[in-house]
Nanobody, 124 residues
Framework: QVQLVESGGGLVQAGGSLRLSCVASGRTSSSYVMGWFRQAPGKEREFVSAISGSSTSTFYANSVKDRFTISRDNAKNAVYLRMNSLKPEDTAVYYC?????????????????WGQGTQVTVSS
């Protein structure tokens, strides 16, 4: 089992920045793909970003490209999401996820472990 704990969410004004963190424990592996997803009120959960185990590959949803940056520190079993130029539409609960298959994907059902989420609220 892998446990994921997110932190770093909060309330920020439009145009501001936040950095989310996700720390993994348990049967962790640097080969796991790590992803971030989000769920806004009344909407389905959606993909935000993913990073390969070696950090050589990343990809983003079009809605956050050029504003968000995903990174990871395998020595700390951590993955981060730096969010700049935040917009009110970025308001959501953000979830960290781990995919043991090592395949880069935006599909939720390809991820095996999930955190509890951290709330991000962007005011206009």
């Amino acid at each position: 089992q892998v446990q994921l704990v997110e932190s770093g969410g909060g309330l920020v004004q439009a145009g501001g920045s936040l950095r989310l963190s996700c720390v993994a424990s348990g049967r962790t592996s640097s080969s796991y793909v790590m992803g971030w997803f989000r769920q806004a009120p009344g909407k389905e959960r959606e993909f935000v970003s993913a990073i390969s185990g070696s950090s050589t590959s990343t990809f983003y949803a079009n809605s956050v490209k050029d504003r968000f940056t995903i990174s990871r520190d395998n020595a700390k079993n951590a993955v981060y999401l730096r969010m700049n130029s935040l917009k009110p539409e970025d308001t959501a609960v953000y979830y960290c996820a781990a995919g043991v298959h090592g395949i880069m994907t935006r599909r939720e059902n390809e991820y095996d472990y999930w955190g509890q989420g951290t709330q991000v609220t962007v005011s206009s």
